[in-house]
């Protein structure tokens, strides 16, 4: 059974920083899959906001976040991590975690819905 566990959100003022982690606790590797965030803000649709690749660490992001998050991945503690540095109001909204299937990329994930998800972890920025 995977299961994923976010962790790292909070309150925060406008141009504060949060760093979220997203442990695979079982039944997955980020050595052989792509992890991903996402996010979802009340009575909005969820949106991608960023992704890593298991093969070549390379990267993909939302264009409302480019030059504020960076995503990064620790093999070792099977962890994907998300910095997310300037942050705004409008970046208020639940954080998943999502990966897999192993053929899914970063690429595609902004575009197609990964197959496991976390329970989410609430960020909230305050002006």
């Known amino acids: 059974q995977v299961r994923l566990v976010e962790s790292g959100g909070g309150l925060v003022q406008a141009g504060g920083s949060l760093r979220l982690s997203c442990a695979a606790a079982s039944g997955i590797t980020f050595r052989l899959n792509a992890g991903g965030w996402f996010r979802q803000a009340p009575r909005k649709e969820r949106e991608f906001v960023a992704a890593?690749?298991?093969?070549?660490?390379?990267?993909n992001y939302a264009d409302s976040v480019k030059g504020r998050f960076t995503i990064s991945r620790d093999n070792a503690k099977n962890t994907v991590y998300l910095q997310m540095n300037s942050l705004k109001p409008e970046d208020t909204a639940v954080y998943y975690c999502?990966?897999?299937?192993?053929?899914?990329?970063?690429?595609?994930?902004?575009?197609?819905?990964?197959?496991?998800w976390g329970q989410g972890t609430q960020v909230t920025v305050s002006s």
């Open positions: 890593i690749s298991a093969r070549d660490s390379s990267t």
């Open positions: 999502a990966a897999g299937p192993s053929s899914l990329s970063a690429q595609a994930m902004g575009v197609m819905s990964p197959r496991y």
